[in-house]
C-alpha cells in the first residue's frame, strides 16, 4: 500500500488547485460569455440602429407622401394648376411657352441660380404673371418649410407649367418622347400619376439629374384630382440632404458605425458626416447582408467596406415603388475591443490571485493541521471509552473550535447514553402521538387545498393544536388561502365591473409579492383603460364641436362665395363698359390729335405774318427816325432865317429911312421863320409821339410773334401727347378686354368653388352625425372622476384637425 500524503500537503495543494482550476473556469467561461455578450449586444445595437433609422426614413417618406397628397387634394392648389395650365396655353399665341418661359424667369431673372424663387413677376407675360403673383408665395413658403429641393405643377399634357426654383427643365414637355427632359424619373413619375387615383403616390430612386446640376435626385408624385377629374400632377424634388441628417442622428452605435441607405446598384444614397467627400452615388456597400435586404429580407452578419471588416446588420425598406436596403455597421475590432481587454485584465488578475492563494494556503494548513493533530489525539482516548480525557480547542470561534465541541459533545453523549436509553420508551409513546397529529394536519391541509385546487378558497385548517409548529403551520396555510381569496375577490370585482364598463373600482386591499404585482396590473389596466375612455369622451365631444364650428364656417364660405360670383360677375359687365368707354376715348383722342395738328398749321402761319408786321414796324420806326432828322434840319434852317431877319432888321434901323422897306421885309422874313420853328416843333412833337407809337407797336407785334411761337410749340406737343393717348387708350382697350377673359374665367371657378362647398357641407353634416353616435357609445363607460364634468382640452387629434380644416375654409371663403 502506498504511503499517505500528509493533511500538511494535502491541504496546500488541494487549495491551490481549486483555486487554479476554479480561475481558469471561471475564466474561460466569463470570456466567453463576455464574448457571446458583447457580440450579441453589439448585434441587437445594430439591428436596433437599422430598425430606427428604416423607421425614421419610413416616417419620413410617409409625412412626405402625407403631405404632398394633403396638398393635392386641396381645392386652392387644384385651382392653383388650372390657371396655370391656362396662363401656360394662352402663351402659344405669342411663341413657344417654354422658350417664353425660360426668357422670362431664368434667362432675365435679376436673381442668381438658387435665388431665382425670389422672383414674384417677370412683368412680361401679362396672364401668366398675374397667376404667379398670386400663387407663387404659397408654393415657395411650402419648399422652404417642408425643405423640399423644388415644387412642380404638370397639366394634363405633361407640360411643367410651374416650379419654384426654375431650373432648366422649367415650361419643358415631360409627355412620352417630347421634352429633353421627358425620360427622366421625373418624367416616369408624372405620366404614372396622370393614370393613378386620388391619394396614389409614385416615388423614384436617387439617380443624377441634369437640370439640378447633375446632382442626385428623387422625386415623388400624386394626381390632383378635383370631383373626380383630373387637374394634373403635383411633384416635389425629394432633399437628399435631409435623409443624409436623418440617418446621421441615428443613436446606440460606436465610434466607427455608420447607417447607410443603399439602392438596387449597390450605391448608397446619403452622404455620410464623417467623410468630406460627397458619398451619394459614389460610394459602393455590397454583400450577402445588403443583398438579402434588397430582396426583401432581414439580414445581420460580417461585410467588408472599403477593406475594413464590419459587422452589419440590413432591413428592406419600400415605398412608392422603390426598394432599399437600410444597413447599420461597426467595425469588428471594434465590437470585440471589450472582450479583448476583459481577456488580458483576467490573466493578470488570475496569477496575482494564484500567487496570494499559494501563499495563504501554505500559511492556513498550518493554522489548521496542527489543532487537527491534537484533536485526533483527543478523540482516539474518547473512543477507547475514556471519558476522561480532556477535548482541546473548545475556547475557539472557528471551525476547529465547533470539532472540538462536537468532540465534547461526543463526550457528553457517551455519558448520557444511559440517561437517554432510559427516557427512549416514554418518547416513543410521544412520537406516535405526534405522528397522529401531523397525519391529522395532512389530511385537513388536503382538504383545504384540494377545495382551493377546485376554485373554492372559502374552507380552513383546523388550529387548536397542541405543537406550536404544526399549530404555525396551518395558520401559515390558512392565511395564505385568506391572502388569496380576498386577492382573487378583489380582482374579481373589479374586472366583473370592467366588464358591466363600469371603470370606477380599484384593488385597494395591502398584498406583497405577485399578489401585490396582480394588484399593480389590474390597478393599472383600470386606470389605462378609463384614461383611453376619457381621452375618447374629450375627442369625442370636441369631434362634435369642431364638426359644428366647420358647419357654421362653411355655410359663411357658401354665402360669401355666392356673393363673390355676384360682384364677379358686376365686375365684368363693368369691365366691359370701361373697355368700351376706353375704346371711345381712343377715337376722340385721334380725332383731337388731328385738330391739333391743324390748329398747329394756322399758328405757323399767324407766326409768319406776325414776323413780316414786326418787319414793316421797324421799317416805320427807321422812316420816323429820318422824317424826325429832317424836322431838325428845318428847324436849323428856320433858326438860321430868324437870326438873319433879325440882323437884317437891325442894319435897317441903321440905314434910316432907306432901309425901312428892308426892314418891313426882314419883319416879315422873321414873322415866317418864327412861324415855320413853330409849325417844325409841333411836327416834331407829332413824329416823336408817332415814333413812340411805332416803338411800342413794335415790341407789342414782336411780343406776339414770340407768344405764337411758344403757342406753336405748345400745340405740335399737345398733338404728340393726343397721339401718344390715343395709342395708350388703344393698348389699353386691349389689356381691359385680357383683363375681361380672366374675369370671366374667374367668374366660372367661383361658381365651382359654390359648388364644391355645397358638397363640404353634406360632407360635414354626416360627420358630425358620426361624433354624436361615437359620443353615444363612450357614454355608456363610467370614470372614476366621472363627477369631474368635461375639461377643457387643447385642440388636439381629432379637434385640432377639423379646427385647422375650418379656418382653411375660411380663409378660402377671404380670398
Do not use: C
Not at 112 to 132: A, C, W
Not at 691 to 696: D, T
Amino acid at each position: 500500500m502506498s504511503k499517505q500524503i500528509k493533511l500538511a500537503l494535502k491541504l496546500p495543494a488541494m487549495v491551490i488547485g481549486i483555486a487554479v482550476l476554479t480561475g481558469v473556469s471561471l475564466g474561460i467561461a466569463a470570456y466567453i460569455s463576455s464574448d457571446a455578450v458583447v457580440t450579441e449586444q453589439a448585434e441587437a445595437r445594430l439591428a436596433a440602429g437599422s430598425d430606427n433609422a428604416n423607421a425614421a426614413l419610413a416616417a419620413y417618406l410617409g409625412e412626405v407622401s402625407e403631405d404632398l397628397t394633403l396638398f393635392a387634394g386641396r381645392k386652392d392648389v387644384s385651382g392653383a394648376l388650372m390657371a396655370f395650365a391656362g396662363a401656360y396655353r394662352s402663351l402659344t399665341a405669342q411663341g413657344e411657352p417654354a422658350e417664353l418661359l425660360q426668357e422670362a424667369y431664368v434667362t432675365n431673372n435679376p436673381h442668381p441660380s438658387g435665388e431665382r424663387q425670389l422672383l414674384e413677376s417677370s412683368n412680361t407675360l401679362l396672364v401668366y404673371d398675374l397667376n404667379h403673383r398670386a400663387h407663387h408665395s404659397e408654393f415657395r413658403a411650402l419648399l422652404e418649410t417642408r425643405g423640399y429641393s423644388d415644387v412642380f405643377l404638370f397639366d394634363t399634357d405633361g407640360n411643367n407649367v410651374y416650379s419654384v426654383l426654375k431650373e432648366a427643365d422649367f415650361g419643358t414637355r415631360f409627355a412620352e418622347g417630347t421634352g429633353a427632359w421627358a425620360d427622366s424619373d421625373l418624367g416616369r413619375v408624372v405620366r404614372a400619376a396622370m393614370t393613378a387615383e386620388a391619394g396614389q403616390v409614385f416615388l423614384s430612386d436617387f439617380a443624377p439629374y441634369g437640370p439640378s446640376n447633375g446632382a442626385a435626385a428623387s422625386f415623388i408624385a400624386a394626381p390632383v384630382i378635383n370631383q373626380g377629374m383630373l387637374s394634373g400632377v403635383l411633384a416635389y424634388q425629394m432633399p437628399i440632404g435631409r435623409i443624409s441628417e436623418l440617418l446621421a442622428r441615428t443613436k446606440g452605435l460606436g465610434e466607427s458605425g455608420e447607417v447607410y441607405l443603399v439602392g438596387q446598384d449597390g450605391l448608397v444614397r446619403n452622404d455620410s458626416p464623417r467623410t468630406e467627400l460627397d458619398d451619394a452615388l459614389s460610394v459602393q456597400l455590397t454583400g450577402p447582408v445588403v443583398s438579402e435586404a434588397l430582396e426583401g429580407g432581414t439580414a445581420l452578419g460580417p461585410i467588408s467596406f472599403n477593406g475594413t471588416g464590419y459587422i452589419a446588420a440590413a432591413n428592406p425598406l419600400s415605398f412608392g415603388g422603390s426598394d432599399w436596403a437600410v444597413v447599420a455597421l461597426e467595425q469588428a475590432d471594434e465590437i470585440l475591443a471589450p472582450s479583448a481587454a476583459l481577456r488580458n485584465t483576467m490573466v493578470v488578475i488570475g496569477v496575482l490571485l494564484l500567487a496570494l492563494a499559494t501563499l495563504a494556503s501554505v500559511l492556513i494548513a498550518r493554522t489548521i493541521t496542527r489543532p487537527v493533530d491534537r484533536l485526533t489525539r483527543a478523540m482516539g482516548n474518547i473512543a477507547a471509552n475514556n471519558l476522561d480525557t480532556e477535548v482541546p480547542g473548545l475556547g475557539r470561534v472557528d471551525e476547529l473550535g465547533e470539532m472540538a465541541d462536537a468532540v465534547e459533545v461526543f463526550r457528553q453523549n457517551g455519558m448520557r447514553i444511559a440517561e437517554l436509553r432510559e427516557a427512549e420508551d416514554s418518547m416513543n409513546a410521544e412520537r406516535a402521538a405526534q405522528v397522529q397529529m401531523v397525519e391529522a394536519l395532512q389530511r385537513d391541509i388536503d382538504r383545504v387545498v384540494g377545495a382551493a385546487i377546485d376554485g373554492d378558497f372559502s374552507h380552513r385548517a383546523a388550529t387548536d393544536l397542541s405543537d406550536p409548529e404544526l399549530r404555525r403551520l396551518a395558520e401559515n396555510v390558512n392565511g395564505l388561502l385568506a391572502n388569496v381569496e380576498r386577492g382573487i375577490g378583489e380582482t374579481g370585482a373589479v374586472l366583473a365591473a370592467l366588464a358591466q364598463a363600469d371603470l370606477s373600482l380599484r384593488v385597494t386591499g395591502e398584498y406583497k409579492g405577485a399578489f401585490d404585482r396582480l394588484k399593480t396590473d389590474t390597478n393599472g389596466v383600470a386606470e389605462q383603460l378609463g384614461a383611453i375612455v376619457s381621452r375618447l369622451r374629450q375627442t369625442s365631444g370636441a369631434l362634435k364641436t369642431a364638426t359644428g364650428e366647420i358647419l357654421a364656417g362653411a355655410n359663411d364660405l357658401s354665402e360669401r362665395t355666392t356673393r363673390q360670383a355676384a360682384t364677379i360677375e358686376e365686375t365684368s359687365a363693368a369691365m366691359e363698359q370701361l373697355r368700351t368707354i376706353v375704346a371711345e376715348n381712343a377715337d376722340h383722342a385721334a380725332d383731337a390729335s388731328a385738330k391739333a395738328r391743324a390748329m398747329s398749321a394756322e399758328a405757323e402761319a399767324s407766326g409768319t405774318v406776325m414776323m413780316q408786321a414786326n418787319a414793316a414796324m421797324e421799317r416805320i420806326t427807321a422812316s420816323s427816325g429820318k422824317i424826325s432828322n429832317i424836322i431838325g434840319l428845318i428847324d436849323d434852317i428856320a433858326f438860321q432865317t430868324n437870326l438873319l431877319a433879325l440882323n437884317a432888321s437891325v442894319e435897317a434901323a441903321r440905314a434910316g429911312d432907306a432901309g425901312k422897306g428892308f426892314a418891313v421885309v426882314a419883319v416879315e422874313v422873321r414873322r415866317l421863320a418864327q412861324s415855320a420853328a413853330s409849325a417844325s416843333a409841333d411836327v416834331k412833337a407829332l413824329i416823336e409821339q408817332s415814333a413812340n407809337e411805332v416803338s411800342g407797336g413794335s415790341r407789342l407785334v414782336a411780343d406776339a410773334a414770340e407768344k405764337l411761337t411758344t403757342v406753336q410749340q405748345g400745340i405740335g406737343a399737345n398733338a404728340a401727347l393726343l397721339e401718344s393717348m390715343a395709342r395708350a387708350s388703344r393698348e389699353q382697350a386691349s389689356s381691359i378686354e385680357e383683363v375681361n377673359v380672366a374675369v370671366r374665367q374667374l367668374d366660372e371657378m367661383t361658381q365651382h368653388n359654390a359648388a364644391l362647398v355645397e358638397e363640404t357641407n353634406a360632407a360635414i353634416e354626416q360627420t358630425e352625425a358620426q361624433a354624436g353616435e361615437l359620443d353615444r357609445v363612450i357614454g355608456t363607460f363610467t370614470l372614476a372622476d366621472a363627477q369631474a364634468g368635461p375639461r377643457e382640452t387643447e385642440e388636439t387629434g381629432a379637434r385640432g384637425l377639423f379646427g385647422s380644416l375650418a379656418r382653411k375654409v375660411a380663409g378660402m371663403g377671404r380670398r
